[in-house]
């Protein structure tokens, strides 16, 4: 079975900062990896999508790596701004489910960026 | 607003009675997955559906919970009896079409709360 571990569960850092978000997964049978963003009382928006046959992916400031062998992704905030606080998640779609893209989810870091 | 729209946002019920939810998925999508987060939990993948079938139910409790997603309307997350430990954020997402390269698109979710 599938567990996705997101450490530590939170994270306080001074604007400007860049900073990495860690992930981990137990099973490396993958289909791909992604990372969201939640506001309080939001939904989720997705930041990046990593393919298993990919190695990272980058938008803007942020800069996703994955490395399936290991079961280990990471997300990268270069210069962090207050706006960069929320909850952040990473989710994996399984390699044998078929059509069916469920998504296991991390408990999800939730960062503070202070002014 | 072309986006997932779930309502209502927030849900109080009494334990015993019955909870809707309902979500209406972005414009031509075909496709609905529905999560639930439980306090200090991660997103947990409950049902996937397309129009009039049920795809995937393995995350489903057994007893009270059931979906569906008719021809015409909204998707239908019903829990009959609630007890206190329904209370969650639940959450939709839909998608295109079938197959694990087709992104979820969520929606804010419907908070319930038990008393």
């Known amino acids: 079975k599938q567990e996705v571990t997101q450490i530590p569960a939170a994270l306080s850092v001074p604007e400007g900062e860049n900073l990495v978000l860690n992930c981990s997964f137990t099973?490396?049978?993958?289909?791909?990896l992604q990372w969201f963003r939640q506001d309080p009382g939001k939904g989720l928006t997705s930041l990046l999508l990593?393919?298993?046959?990919?190695r990272e992916q980058t938008s803007g400031r942020l800069n996703a790596s994955l490395d399936k062998s290991s079961g280990r992704s990471t997300l990268y905030i270069a210069a962090s701004q207050p706006g960069d606080s929320a909850t952040y998640l990473c989710?994996?779609?399984?390699?044998?489910?078929?059509?069916?893209?469920?998504?296991?989810f991390g408990k999800g870091i939730t960062l503070s960026v202070r002014p | 607003n072309a986006g997932v729209m779930q309502n209502p946002r927030h849900l109080v019920r009494r334990r015993g009675q019955e909870a809707r939810l309902r979500c209406s998925p972005m414009k031509g999508h075909s496709h609905v997955y529905w999560y639930r987060q439980l306090p200090e939990e991660g997103l947990k993948f409950m049902v996937y559906l397309q129009k009039e079938n049920i795809i995937d139910e393995s995350g489903m409790p057994k007893e009270r919970f059931s979906a569906e997603f008719p021809k015409e309307g909204p998707s239908i997350l019903r829990i009959q009896q609630v007890v206190r430990g329904d209370s969650a954020a639940y959450f939709c997402?839909?998608?295109?079409?079938?197959?694990?390269?087709?992104?979820?698109?969520f929606g804010d979710g419907t908070r319930l709360s038990i008393l």
């Open positions: 990593i393919q298993s046959s990919q």
């Open positions: 099973d490396s049978a993958i289909y791909n």
């Open positions: 997402a839909s998608s295109l079409g079938q197959g694990r390269d087709q992104p979820q698109h």
């Open positions: 989710a994996v779609t399984a390699l044998d489910t078929g059509a069916n893209s469920k998504l296991t």
